[in-house]
């Protein structure tokens, strides 16, 4: 069965300074690799994803996330935080051959 | 171009009634999903459908049933409602599990239902 980690519940950083928001994950075979972004009231939006190629992916709002297969991580980052940044950020995954599977969310708290 | 609409947006419900949540996308997408969304649960998937008339069990399907009669729709209904079925309820839609857009799904603003 395949499964995504996201060990961090929140996530507290200053605006203007990079953020990291941290995903493992667990599939069989070779990963998809997505981030979704929540903000409240809303749905989830599609930020980026990683299907294979260059291990760094960029994606919407200058996030960008890098795939390390030997970590199992696809860990989002973005070099300038912005309060505007401050949200609900899901990790999925699944293998092509299923459905995918989200973290439990992490929440980014930009502060001013 | 509307997306993926969610109706209705709230409601409450008594313990036993039953309702339909009604899902529409307007983007020609193959699948479609029912999501439900729990306080440090993430996102679990109820059901799921792969195209018109056909339907397919997700991680948390008991006490639910769907319907896709029309490619556009897919309907998710609770026949005899429990408290644990208060959530908030996702309706998602995508292409396909291959090309170039595998794996984004567009989601609806969501449903929120409370079961007294």
């Known amino acids: 069965a395949q499964s995504v980690a996201q060990p961090e519940d929140q996530v507290n950083v200053a605006e203007g300074n990079p953020l990291t928001v941290k995903c493992t994950y667990s599939v069989s075979g070779n990963p998809y690799l997505f981030w979704y972004v929540q903000y409240p009231n809303r749905g989830l939006q599609f930020l980026l994803k990683y299907i294979t190629g260059d291990n760094l992916v960029k994606g919407s709002y200058g996030f960008e996330a890098e795939f390390n297969k030997s970590q199992t991580s696809f860990h989002l980052k973005k070099p300038s935080a912005l309060v505007s940044d401050s949200a609900l950020y899901f990790c999925?995954?699944?293998?092509?051959?299923?459905?995918?599977?989200f973290g439990k969310g992490t929440m980014l708290l930009v502060s001013p | 171009n509307a997306g993926v609409t969610q109706t209705p947006k709230f409601r409450v419900l008594k313990t036993g009634q039953s309702m339909t949540l009604l899902c529409a996308q307007d983007m020609n997408h193959e699948y479609m999903y029912w999501y439900r969304q729990d306080p440090g649960m993430g996102l679990r998937l109820i059901h799921y459908s792969v195209g018109e008339g056909t339907t397919a069990k997700g991680e948390v399907p008991d006490g639910y049933n769907v319907s896709r009669l029309k490619k556009q729709n897919f309907l998710l209904g609770l026949e005899s409602a429990a408290p644990s079925q208060t959530s908030v309820y996702f309706c998602?839609?995508?292409?396909?599990?291959?090309?170039?857009?595998?794996?984004?799904?567009?989601f609806g603003e969501g449903s929120r239902l409370t079961v007294l």
């Open positions: 998602a839609s995508s292409y396909s599990r291959t090309g170039p857009n595998t794996g984004e799904l567009f």
């Open positions: 999925a995954a699944y293998s092509g051959y299923s459905t995918l599977t």
